[in-house]
């Protein structure tokens, strides 16, 4: 499990990273880096949730699982 969420803070970190470094070297107007910031923003918000809830998902699987064995 560490190295899943390892993985999801690293996923997102380099988004985040990527997408500063492209903002530095691409020749736009400061209207269509906004734009932009805001699509790629919304992309690792999406991204997160989705991880966020495959893992709830996956915690409440085991859980049950190991809740039915107990009883």
Same mark, same amino acid.
């Given at each position: 499990? %560490? %190295?899943?969420m390892?993985? @999801?803070v *690293?996923? !997102?970190? *380099?988004? =985040?990273?990527g =997408?500063? !470094?492209a903002? @530095? !070297?691409?020749?736009?107007? *400061? #209207? +269509?880096?906004?734009? #932009?910031?805001?699509?790629?923003?919304?992309?690792?918000?999406e &991204? =997160?949730?989705?991880? /966020?809830? &495959?893992? /709830?998902? %996956?915690? +409440?699987?085991?859980?049950?699982? !190991? /809740? *039915?064995n #107990? /009883?």
């Amino acid at each position: 499990m %560490k %190295k899943f969420m390892g993985f @999801i803070v *690293g996923a !997102i970190c *380099g988004a =985040a990273v990527g =997408a500063v !470094i492209a903002l @530095i !070297i691409t020749p736009a107007s *400061g #209207d +269509e880096l906004r734009r #932009d910031m805001k699509e790629k923003w919304n992309e690792v918000l999406e &991204e =997160a949730r989705r991880a /966020q809830k &495959e893992t /709830q998902e %996956k915690l +409440e699987n085991e859980f049950g699982h !190991i /809740q *039915g064995n #107990d /009883q």
